[in-house]
């Protein structure tokens, strides 16, 4: 597993204690795109936790977007995002 897949995952983890966490690394997918030639990668991320409840798709995004935005300036290119709490992942 990559440094960066390491990175994204603590701080997921710190920030959202999920039930679930699933990340992929898909830079490969992407070689020769203009994220890939600054070195930034591309990722998936699923994520489950309560602490999306009530919450808007949206607001769902920008809550892993704040959490991961150091990590955004230099390390992420693109990030696809699937966040759902504990009852809607069942």
Same mark, same amino acid.
């Given at each position: 597993? %990559? *440094?960066?897949?390491e990175? $994204?995952?603590?701080?997921? !983890?710190?920030? /959202? %204690?999920? +039930? #679930?966490l699933? $990340? %992929?690394? *898909?830079s490969?997918?992407? =070689? @020769?795109?203009? @994220? =890939?030639?600054?070195?930034?990668?591309?990722?998936?991320? =699923?994520i489950?936790? +309560? #602490? /999306?409840?009530? !919450?808007?798709l $949206?607001? &769902?995004? &920008?809550?892993?977007y +704040?959490?991961?935005a150091?990590?955004?300036e230099? +390390?992420?290119?693109?990030l696809? $995002?699937?966040a759902?709490? !504990?009852?809607? %992942?069942?």
């Open positions: 597993m %990559s *440094d960066r897949v990175q $994204i995952r603590t701080q997921l !983890q710190a920030a /959202f %204690s999920p +039930d #679930q699933d $990340i %992929s690394d *898909d490969h997918l992407h =070689a @020769g795109h203009a @994220g =890939a030639k600054e070195g930034k990668g591309h990722f998936t991320v =699923a489950v936790s +309560d #602490q /999306f409840t009530g !919450q808007s $949206i607001k &769902r995004h &920008r809550m892993v +704040d959490t991961l150091e990590m955004m230099s +390390d992420i290119h693109a696809s $995002i699937k759902k709490t !504990q009852e809607e %992942s069942s």
